[in-house]
Structure formats: C-alpha cells, structure tokens
C-alpha cells in the first residue's frame, strides 16, 4: 500500500472509533433504562432503605434523559461526517468502488461479508479497495510532505 493510499484509508476509517464508542454508549444506556424500570417499578412499601437509591426516582431519569441527550450529539456528528465520506465515495467514477467502499467504511463489513454479499474473492476485493483508496486520495488532495 503506498502512502497516498494509507492517507486515504486513514480518512475513509476516522469514523469507525466513533462508530464504536456509540455503539458502547447505546448498550449502556440501555443498561441505565433497564436499571431506571427495576428502580421504579419495586413498590415503597416493600423497600427497606437505609440511605437514598441513587438509580430511584427523578435524579435517575435527568441523569438517562442527559446521557441520550449526549448520545444523539454524537450521533449526529458521525452522521454528519458519514455524509462528508458518503458524497466523496460517490464522485468516484467506478460504481464497483463505491460499493465496496460504502459496505467497508459506512457499513463497517468486514471483507468476508463483502465478499458474499458481492460475490467476487476477498482477493479481488483487495485490488478494487486498492484502486479506489488511489482515487479517494486523490479527491481529498492528497499531498505528500
């Protein structure tokens, strides 16, 4: 891989961390809604509490509806740089580069899924990936220092 081409798939993945780290966040807020119906639904009258239930009453759902609020940000920021790489995949020429770019950097498939879904050899994957990271670069004017 050359360098050009390096930069290139360096730009097409700067959303895969975001990616992840939204994906965590959703399990944990779901693990935070979870929480909130088991803290909510236990009747008073059957607890004994010593101190206050930091995961009962209105604290906890403030503290769920602002860790939505947080996440939602961030989603719409990866989708508006999702956008950003969409529209530079799309001046590519080469519908078969697209595709293969959509599925690896907006999907996030893995080569082996690719491969099936598209039905060519992840070798020939690799070369198509190679020639459109070549014309990525060159539409985010890439330059070597």
Not at 30 to 41: F, N, Q, W
Not at 51 to 67: C, M, R
Not at 82 to 102: K, S, Y
């Amino acid at each position: 891989m050359t360098d050009k081409q390096a930069a290139a798939k360096d730009w097409l993945n700067r959303n895969y961390s975001k990616h992840e780290e939204i994906q965590a966040l959703r399990m944990k807020l779901e693990d935070m809604r979870a929480g909130s119906v088991k803290a909510v639904s236990v009747p008073e009258a059957d607890k004994v509490q010593t101190q206050p239930d930091p995961k009962s009453g209105e604290n906890y759902i403030l503290a769920i509806v602002t860790f939505e609020e947080m996440v939602s940000q961030k989603e719409r920021q990866l989708h508006l740089s999702d956008l950003e790489t969409a529209r530079t995949i799309d001046l590519l020429p080469d519908p078969l580069e697209r595709t293969v770019l959509i599925y690896r950097y907006l999907s996030y498939q893995h080569w082996n899924r690719i491969s099936n879904m598209m039905g060519y050899s992840e070798r020939h994957l690799y070369e198509i990936h190679e020639n459109a990271l070549e014309h990525i670069a060159e539409k985010i004017n890439y330059t070597v220092t």
